[in-house]
């Protein structure tokens, strides 16, 4: 697979910010197609996502300032195969 980074930031309502999460969860439970959306140029990807993954959850509160980072990592099957492969 190519690598590929996508990073978008933008300002949301909460509703707004819970439906993207929302259109997120469903993507990854059915190992769907999911469309990603930058500067108006839209990138279809499809998540192929194994039965186990590891999930990442920080929350930060630092002077006033909240962040909250949720991640997602997993290996995908044909390079969990290929790096097998070359050792």
Do not use: C, Q
Not at 11 to 34: D, G, Q
């Amino acid at each position: 697979m190519t690598n590929l980074k996508f990073k978008k930031e933008e300002h949301v309502t909460r509703v707004e910010a819970a439906a993207r999460l929302t259109e997120i969860a469903k993507a990854l439970r059915n190992s769907a197609k999911y469309e990603l959306e930058r500067g108006g140029e839209k990138l279809e990807i499809e998540l192929d996502v194994p039965e186990g993954l590891l999930l990442e959850f920080e929350v930060e509160i630092e002077n006033g300032k909240t962040e909250l980072e949720i991640e997602l990592k997993w290996t995908s099957a044909s390079t969990s195969s290929a790096s097998a492969g070359s050792e």
